[in-house]
């Protein structure tokens, strides 16, 4: 997305602020235009000719300029701590030492209002493609398939995965916590869209070089979100974030299935050769076929795998092993073929 505010980093530690401008640039994809200052003669030579939006300045930095003159140049300006003590309350600080992640989670709890972006994007004006993953069988393989799909796909093109199962595992299955969830951005959707861009931001989480939004932790509440919200949501995220593709790991429980599924460029399910599976499947087609749904079954990939000796147990490795070269070659032939 295009856009004229400008974010404004100034640090004297030259390391540390260019790396800082990398993960902003490259990760976050912030609508701004970022501006890196190491010398703070240069920002008050900038601050002269323009205004800035926000601007990110480490505390010693900011000893060393005229405060009074770059506050009328700055709406919103936030102090990189570098002592333990603060020493002003009128200044919004924020901790130098932790991740970038963290430093633009805490900023968009103080930046409302700030960030405003288009609402008139649609995915028809987009170049994003819904990918579908859905299969009324159950331990078919189904998120290990999205997730390698969504990871090889991320190699070439801005990929963003979802996953809305009730039980995912990821915050266990990657031994960690997250900040934020699906639900969690779905709330400033509805209710702070302003401050969508940058939680987006600080929400976003790398996996095998595909993104990711954390999947929602209590299922409690998701079944208020109906299926026009859901791909509503889809939307705004495809646009904020330009991205290509989005992976949906869809699950039964969620209302408006057969919405998402409607909406999607391509559907792929997975299924198994035992009598269980091929009955469940029979009687998702007959719903499909009772429900007008065709359009769904016209769209939808049917995969069946054979058994692997082994999967890839680390998940930011699913573009080795076995499946992966079954996912590269409907890729190839399915999704480039077309």
């Known amino acids: 997305m295009k856009n004229n505010k400008i974010f404004a980093v100034c640090d004297t530690e030259e390391a540390y602020a260019h790396r800082l401008t990398e993960y902003l640039l490259e990760k976050a994809r912030l609508p701004y235009a970022v501006h890196l200052f190491t010398e703070v003669e240069e920002l008050r030579k900038f601050a002269g000719q323009q205004e800035i939006e926000i601007l990110l300045i480490a505390e010693s930095a900011l000893k060393l300029l005229k405060e009074e003159y770059i506050r009328q140049q700055v709406t919103q300006m936030f102090v990189l701590q570098e002592e333990e003590e603060k020493e002003r309350e009128d200044l919004c600080y924020i901790s130098k030492f932790q991740s970038p992640e ?9 930046a409302a209002g700030l960030l405003t972006w288009s609402e008139t994007i649609t995915i028809e004006n987009t170049a994003v493609k819904l990918i579908g993953v859905y299969s009324p069988v159950k331990r078919c393989l189904q998120t290990s398939f999205a997730l390698t799909l969504g990871q ?12 809305f199962e009730c039980y995912s595992g990821f915050g266990q299955m990657l031994n960690r916590e997250f900040p934020a969830d699906m639900m ?14 940058m939680r987006l931001s600080a929400s976003v989480q790398h996996i095998g070089g595909l993104d990711y939004i954390p999947p929602m932790q209590s299922y409690t509440g998701v079944r208020e979100v109906t299926g026009p ?11 904020i974030g330009e991205y290509e593709y989005i992976i949906l790991d869809l699950d039964d429980n969620m209302d408006g299935l057969f919405d998402l599924l409607r909406k999607c460029h391509k559907i792929y399910t997975i299924t198994k050769e ?7 499947i029979s009687q998702y087609e007959q719903i499909l076929k009772f429900n007008e749904l065709e359009e769904i079954a016209d769209k939808t990939v049917k995969c069946r795998f054979p058994v692997f000796k082994q999967l890839p147990d680390n ?21 480039y073929g077309e």
């Open 102 to 110: 963290r430093i633009l989670e805490q900023m968009a709890e103080s």
């Open 152 to 163: 090889i796909l991320a190699k070439e093109h801005r990929t963003l995965y979802f996953n």
């Open 184 to 197: 969690d951005l779905m709330y400033y959707y509805r209710c702070a869209r302003d401050q969508l861009s």
């Open 229 to 239: 919200q859901w791909l509503e949501f889809c939307k705004c995220i495809a646009g």
């Open 274 to 280: 035992d009598h269980f599976a091929a009955a469940k």
């Open 315 to 335: 998940m930011e490795l699913m573009t080795h092993g076995e499946l992966a070269g079954y996912v590269r070659a409907i890729v190839r032939e399915d999704l």
